[in-house]
């Protein structure tokens, strides 16, 4: 699995991206294309299957660009994860909602007194 981070600058009308930690750099008219190339560019240095990226604006005219390759096999365990933990989470939630419920109704009928006060 190979982790290739860009910064991105703006200079005008061309977008240019330098490697963090090493030789990849690209330049394109938008941020799309350049992002296309910076693809292109780390899957040929990496041929693992798989390809995720992030594209984050850090202001109007710079930002951070993050190839992942080969993470398709781990990108589905974490998803799969956060799925579960989401689950159980919400079971453990309706808990605490049925017990207030049961309250509720003990308070009504504690407070029901067999008259109304503005007859």
Known sequence: MGVYT???RSSGDEWTAKQLKGE???SA???YELQRR???AASAADSAAGVQ???SMVSPSSAVFQVIIGAVGG???I???AAAGAASGGAAAEAPKAEEKKEEEKEESEDDLGFS???
Request: charged share 10%; hydrophobic share 55%; aromatic share 12%.
């Open 53 to 55: 990226s992030s594209f």
């Open 79 to 81: 998803g799969g994860g």
């Open 75 to 77: 990108g589905a365990a």
């Open 38 to 40: 910076l693809v292109a």
């Open 24 to 26: 990849l750099e690209a």
């Open 117 to 119: 006060l503005f007859d």
């Open 29 to 31: 008219a938008t941020p």
């Open 6 to 8: 860009f910064v991105c």
